[in-house]
């Protein structure tokens, strides 16, 4: 069974129709087992110690038949004993060690799929924000369950499975020329007949299989978009058009299943096949060498069970090969997040920024987040200690990436940014992020208790801490009125709070934290006006000795602002007080009058 | 389960022709040793080698048989599975595009979409290996076992004797290790949730500087998943060891017994032979239908989760509505709702969402509704478009009760846009004519309007510029205002903004406003803000509290007589010009 649900990511994001590396997947994924080495080898020593046991058993039931075949009322009960005792407890020792074996593997393969689960988590928080916005978080997490299940499942069967297979294939080919070399011509016809149908239809139908999965992907990234996107397709009663593309893609991902399937189903019982005319051979052949008495039947009988056994991991060998591409396949999407670019490593002996001001300076700043398009160009701005600078400007203009900039989610291309005198960049990253309290646009909360929520940026904040920024954010009465309190524990996004208790939530967060800068990304677009008027006098309190940067898009929360920026196309159009660029009759102007108009 | 036969109803005649094929093939599988018995125990003695090859020469006929028979009968399954998979999905998006909001809230967006691919995927899978492996196995068991009868029926006693324990231990083991699987499952669901919050919280995290908090927060569930995967496996790993023993043993047993019957002339050694041969095959059949239950229970589950969706009842079905004739076009009379599914913690049904709503609208008028967060503005919108049916009182639109209508003809005199509105990974052109087939001309008058052109043109290749995934390479204002102009773009009869433009700067905001004024002044308004400013001048305002009415009027009315209107109407433009 092939068995791959490709990850829901769409097409878009995923492979392109490059020839893959599969060579240094393999190479990378040996690099997780070797992590394990002595595990695997006693693996490999348990195989093959279990599979030569089980191979003896085909001879020694010949030697009982031997035994058998002197005819009625001369059977040599003594040997016939002796065979099937040792038999019976070849077996039972290889049952033994093979069940040995897969726990041994189980324990290996959840070891290697726990660190690499880690590894991709780690890297995944280590990563640039802009990772996020560009990767659909199912996809993320596809590759981190799905993906890595699919190793999973490949490392702990198919490695035993092909150390097995070569061990039962080397054994029984020793075995069958140890019985009768004559006979074994017989197979050395039929052994290249299978290695070379076997790899001529893995070559044919493993673009086959290639392709079946990227439609499938295809089809659940198109599902995925559509469900989500259900309430506004019934709204303009699109259903029947939106169905229309569905079947489209449907019908290319069943078909594609389908030509996959077609050819996949002759491998089977063609390696049948093969199987059956080595037997009729080997019957054929083997009944007339014993009519000229050059073998006995119990040699016809191990090696009919040896033959059998023999081609067994060649009928298994395509099963195996179709599941270890998927797992190359999972593989490689796993490492290409690893192989991700982190962001830029703090420098060697970066500071630790200390007793912050909060004096905020950027000279000369330019950045893009594509290097064809610059987005803040030549940027200089001065916001010193205890000050509100606020942040205005049309759609698109580069304000939220001005605080992307400040807290160093990205780098500046060229120019500086100074907290306190210092350059940034010459500060770890910790310590300047955890100058800044941050507010954004988007609540998060996370599940958890309402106290563990608030609480997520202090370590060790006391419930009275906890409550007194709750208090100030005007959220306390609301949690009290909750039958846990502040143990509620808060459902996967947030569900059962609203919006705009979600985004008091975040404020209480934030006031908790002793930062001496703030940033309010729009802070209080989910909050309704006339909560944000009660808000807006915490915040009053809480901004009063910090440096504070305030994105806006409506004008009346920012009159009395230190320092207003009109930024038009990455650039500062405008900048003074409010009053400063009311008398300018600007682009400030225009927008402050367009509010009345 | 039940649904599946459904689906595969249509295919019987060639399931069955599949069926009749496969077992002819599996039948030649089976003929093999028996031939091989033959030659060995009667053809030999006979000294003949031209007879051997004969013989010989059937076995590599039935061998042929085997191969086509299979090839064919495998063909012919899959086919019946992909046109069976291709129906249920057609039918589940389908259905999805049918269901009222209260039962998408019910099964949750996340939920339909995995059942739509996931659930889908283990069904094809199923019914593929049923048809192959699933006839396989039970005939190689049988067949295999009446062979064996036939040539040594007190041998085939051992054989039978053994099946009992076999599935003893199988169904012993499964009983005590697919519960286990449900845990792991749990512990999945556990970690993927965590992932999925630390992937929304990125940006919070970071600023905290709580990455590490976080990997050791991931440490543990990741830990947790691996001791349930461990537990799991190591009972499901006993099952394969412990079934190679069972038949092993069988097999001495049946060498030890072949010695006594052949000893009493009862037997041949030839039919032990073969019978040895027959051992392996039935091995691997009662291997194969191992794992044909677990398929069978994995998709089991999964054909149950499509079911819920294929057999949830029509909710919004069109009914006898008398017209009301007038000159009101929108009319909400009464009415109260509140979304019944969401249930708390202590138990308690959420109550009421909104309450004793009245309002009417003529043609071409506009109407705002104001308040704060989760007052029910947007709720209105919902029970307006019948995304879900009013507890009680009535809403008309052109003197007939939108229960009166079928759903499509209701939508389409709307333009809508709703909050947190979604963006398609297609061009913007498609993006706002969105399968209408709108000219293009006609697209960019709307887009003129939403004040989207401007960027558009500026963007590299403009109107075909393809969006990403939910509009992630457009900025937010961008965003709305494409969605603007999707609402605008069919001269809709009414047209809702809910809370459409809180990504727009002032001007741009004003500008729509004023384009929307001239050249929709056909179109019946209904915007939902938060701000005074963007309703200040529409001919009637809702003002709303906790799903109550607390104000209704005009602005001057309103900034007369309701408090709370004022109270916003201050903060928001500043003192110096109230």
């Not at chain 2, 002032?506 to 001239?518: C, H, N, P, S």
């Not at chain 2, 803000?529 to 309103?558: C, F, N, P, R």
Request: a neutral charge.
């Amino acid at each position: 069974m092939a068995g791959s649900v490709p990850g829901r990511g769409p097409a878009s994001v995923r492979i392109s129709g490059k020839p893959r590396d599969t060579k240094k997947v393999l190479l990378r994924l040996w690099s997780y087992l070797y992590y394990y080495k002595w595990m695997l080898l006693g693996g490999i020593v348990l195989t093959v110690t279990s599979n030569l046991l089980a191979l003896i058993g085909p001879a020694l039931s010949g030697g009982a038949i031997d035994a058998i075949n002197l005819g009625a009322g001369n059977v040599d009960f003594e040997s016939v004993f002796r065979y099937t005792g040792l038999m019976a407890l070849f077996y039972l020792v290889s049952s033994a060690l093979s069940y040995a074996l897969s726990l041994l593997m189980l324990h290996m393969s959840q070891r290697v799929v726990r660190k690499m689960r880690s590894d991709v988590f780690s890297k995944l928080m280590e990563l640039p924000v802009g990772y996020f916005d560009q990767h659909l978080s199912g996809d993320i997490i596809s590759r981190l369950s799905y993906d890595i299940d699919v190793i999973n499942t490949s490392l702990s069967s198919d490695l035993v499975q092909i150390c097995a297979s070569v061990i039962t294939v080397v054994g029984s080919l020793i075995m069958m020329i140890i019985i009768s070399p004559p006979l074994v011509v017989v197979m050395l016809v039929m052994i290249p007949v299978s290695i070379l149908y076997t790899k001529y239809m893995a070559g044919k139908t493993r673009p086959l299989f290639r392709k079946r999965s990227e439609k499938l992907g295809e089809l659940n990234g198109f599902t995925e978009e559509m469900v989500s996107g259900q309430k506004t397709i019934k709204a303009y009663a699109r259903e029947a058009v939106t169905l229309g593309k569905y079947d489209v893609c449907n019908t290319e991902a069943v078909n594609a299943y389908y030509n996959a399937d077609y050819y996949g189903s002759i491998v089977g019982p063609t390696v049948n096949f093969i199987n059956n005319i080595s037997l009729s051979l080997v019957t054929i052949f083997g009944a007339i060498l014993y009519l000229f008495g050059r073998m006995t039947l119990g040699n016809i009988s191990s090696f009919v069970l040896y033959s059998r056994k023999f081609s067994g991991p060649i009928n298994e060998a395509a099963n195996i090969i179709s599941e270890l591409q998927s797992a190359c396949a999972a593989a490689e999407r796993v490492f290409r997040v690893l192989d991700e670019e982190c962001e830029v490593r703090d420098i060697y002996g970066a500071q630790t920024l200390e007793n912050v001001q909060g004096d905020v300076r950027m000279e000369d700043v330019s950045f893009g987040y594509f290097k064809d398009k610059t987005i803040i160009k030549d940027l200089t701005l001065h916001a010193p200690k205890g000050s509100l600078t606020a942040i205005v400007g049309p759609t698109g203009a580069g304000k939220t990436t001005i605080i992307n900039l400040l807290m160093r989610f990205y780098d500046v291309d060229s120019g500086q940014v100074y907290v306190d005198g210092k350059e940034t960049r010459e500060l770890t990253r910790q310590s300047l992020r955890g100058a800044y309290a941050m507010v954004l646009q988007d609540t998060w909360v996370f599940q958890g208790t309402i106290f563990e929520n608030i609480a997520y940026g202090k370590k060790d904040a006391t419930m009275e801490e906890v409550v007194a920024a709750a208090k100030a954010a005007r959220i306390h009465s609301y949690i009290k009125r909750l039958p846990d309190g502040y143990q509620t524990v808060l459902d996967e996004d947030g569900m059962n709070i609203s919006k705009g208790q979600k985004q008091l939530l975040t404020i209480a967060r934030a006031m908790l934290l002793d930062a001496k800068m703030l940033i309010l990304d729009e802070a209080t677009s989910n909050v309704d006006t006339r909560t944000e008027i009660q808000i807006q006098k915490a915040m009053r309190r809480l901004m009063a000795d910090k440096t504070c940067f305030v994105i806006a898009h409506r004008l009346s929360t920012i009159q009395n602002a230190d320092m207003i920026l009109v930024i038009d196309r990455g650039n500062i159009a405008e900048h003074g007080t409010h009053e400063e660029l009311m008398r300018r009759k600007g682009l400030y102007y225009q927008m402050y009058a367009s509010q009345f108009q | 389960m039940r649904m599946v036969f459904q689906y595969l109803r249509p295919y019987y005649g060639r399931m069955a022709l599949g069926l009749v094929i496969k077992i002819l093939g599996t039948l030649a599988d089976l003929g093999l040793p028996w031939v091989m018995a033959f030659i060995i125990d009667d053809i030999i003695p006979l000294g003949r080698v031209s007879l051997i090859l004969g013989w010989g020469a059937v076995m590599l006929l039935l061998a042929v048989g085997a191969r086509t028979g299979n090839i064919v009968a495998n063909r012919k399954a899959s086919r019946v599975a992909r046109d069976t998979v291709e129906r249920i999905r057609h039918d589940t998006f389908d259905k999805i595009g049918r269901l009222s909001g209260a039962q998408v809230d019910q099964f949750t967006v996340p939920s339909l979409i995995s059942r739509l691919t996931t659930d889908s995927y283990n069904i094809h899978q199923m019914i593929g290996m049923m048809q192959r492996l699933g006839v396989r196995g039970p005939i190689i068991l049988v067949g295999g076992t009446v062979l064996t009868a036939t040539l040594e029926p007190v041998l085939t006693l051992v054989l039978i004797g053994i099946m009992p324990i076999l599935a003893f231990v199988v169904f012993t083991i499964s009983r005590r290790g697919i519960p286990l699987y449900g845990k792991v499952q749990k512990s999945v669901d556990r970690m993927v949730q965590t992932v999925r919050e630390n992937i929304s919280g990125i940006r919070v995290i970071k600023a905290l500087s709580k990455t590490e908090y976080e990997k050791s927060r991931f440490e543990a569930v990741n830990q947790e998943l691996v001791s349930k995967e461990l537990k799991a496996g190591s009972v499901m790993a006993a099952s394969s060891p412990l079934m190679n023993l069972l038949l092993n043993l069988g097999l001495t047993g049946i060498v030890l017994a072949g010695a006594f019957r052949v000893n009493a002339g009862a037997s041949e050694p030839g039919k032990i032979v073969a019978f040895l041969s027959y051992f392996t095959m039935i091995l691997n059949a009662v291997m194969s239908i191992n794992r044909i239950f677990i398929i069978f229970s994995k998709s089991s589950a999964s054909a149950g989760r499509i079911r819920e969706i294929l057999e949830a009842p029509e909710d919004l079905v069109q009914e006898k509505t008398e017209e009301i004739p007038g000159d009101d076009y929108i009319v909400f009379d009464h009415v109260t709702f509140g979304y019944h599914t969401k249930t708390h913690k202590d138990g308690s049904a959420e109550a009421v969402c909104v309450e004793d709503i009245n309002f009417r609208l003529k043609k071409g008028e506009s109407l705002g509704i104001i308040g704060a967060t989760g007052c029910g503005k947007t709720t209105i919108i919902n029970l307006l478009m019948r995304f879900y049916d009013v507890d009680s009182g009535e809403i008309r639109v052109n003197g007939r009760n939108v229960k009166g209508y079928t759903l499509q003809e209701l939508r389409s005199m709307f333009g809508v846009v709703f909050q947190n509105d979604v963006i398609f990974a297609d061009t913007l052109y498609e993006n706002i004519s969105f399968g209408r087939d709108i000219p293009m001309e006609r697209v960019k008058e709307a887009a003129a309007d939403a004040r989207a052109a401007d960027f558009i043109e500026e963007i590299e290749g403009g109107y075909e510029y393809r969006a990403a995934i939910k509009g992630a390479n457009l900025s937010g204002g961008q965003k709305q205002r494409v969605l603007i102009a999707r609402a605008l773009a069919a001269h809709p009869d009414i047209l809702v903004l809910d809370d459409s433009s809180s990504a727009l700067d002032y001007k741009t905001d004003a500008g729509l406003r004023l384009a929307i004024g001239r050249n929709y002044s056909d179109a019946t308004l209904i915007t939902v803000a938060q701000w005074v400013s963007s309703i200040m001048q529409h001919d009637h305002i809702l003002v709303l509290e906790d799903g109550k009415t607390l104000g209704y009027g005009t602005h001057e009315e309103l900034l007369a007589s309701c408090p709370v209107y004022q109270e916003i109407y201050e903060s928001q433009m500043g003192s110096e010009v109230a």
